[in-house]
């Protein structure tokens, strides 16, 4: 079993880039793949970013995902920050052992 | 359009069952893996469960092991988890989510678990 830090909370002014990182505990960061979920209040999360880089279809390239294996973490990068990126987002990823989801958890980000 | 609902929450009291269920409509239900997600109140999202498509084989959180039961029936479109000896600890939004090949690309809307005397 592994674990997904993320950090608490990050904030940032409308128009800048903010990124968020999601740092494994063990086993390689490239062993299995990352997603990005973003949660609005009172809403069910929706993918932004999956297998560490692919934005869904609807997702603006405003969001862009990385796996750095010198550090075993992943990123989560959104430019041009709007205000209504305001929300909650999780990593994820799976343990291998038993096909289980591992979630981050999670990282408030503020934009002001 | 792919369809989760989420029903059978409610208030139970320590050491009582729940069963919810997770109605799918929009997709070959039979062809994806299905998993449970919960998150408590002000809190972060939590796996609990999954199963593979044919309903073969299953996974649980330590959390939940040996109390929880994940199942599905194909021909109703319909997944399922059956929860004994709940804890106050359980109290949660439980969110059934398809996986499209690792990521859970559709979630429901949640049902709410509340477990209290």
């Known amino acids: 079993n592994f674990m997904l830090t993320q950090p608490h909370s990050v904030s940032e002014s409308p128009g800048k880039t903010v990124t968020i990182s999601c740092t494994r505990s063990s086993g390689s960061i490239a062993s299995n793949y990352v997603q990005w979920y973003q949660q609005r209040p009172g809403s069910s999360p929706t993918t932004v970013i999956y297998?560490?880089?692919?934005?869904p279809s609807g997702v603006p390239d405003r969001f862009s995902g990385s796996i750095d294996s010198s550090s075993n973490s992943a990123s989560l990068t959104i430019s041009g920050l709007k205000t209504e990126d305001e929300a909650d987002y999780y990593c994820q990823s799976y343990d291998s052992s038993n096909h289980g989801g591992v979630f981050g958890g999670g990282t408030k980000l503020t934009v002001l | 359009e792919v369809q989760l609902v989420e029903s059978g929450g409610g208030l139970v009291q320590p050491g009582g069952s729940l069963r919810l269920s997770c109605a799918a409509s929009?997709?070959?239900?039979?062809?994806?893996?299905m998993h449970w997600v919960r998150q408590a109140p002000g809190k972060g999202l939590v796996w609990v469960s999954r199963i593979n498509s044919d309903g073969s084989s299953t996974s649980y959180a330590d959390s939940v092991k040996g109390r929880f039961t994940i199942s599905r029936d194909n021909a109703k479109n319909t997944l399922y988890l059956q929860m004994n000896s709940l804890r106050a600890e359980d109290t949660a939004v439980y969110y059934c989510a398809r996986v499209r090949r690792v990521d859970f690309d559709y979630w429901g809307q949640g049902t709410l678990v509340t477990v209290s005397s």
């Open positions: 929009g997709f070959t239900f039979s062809s994806y893996w």
């Open positions: 297998e560490d880089n692919q934005r």
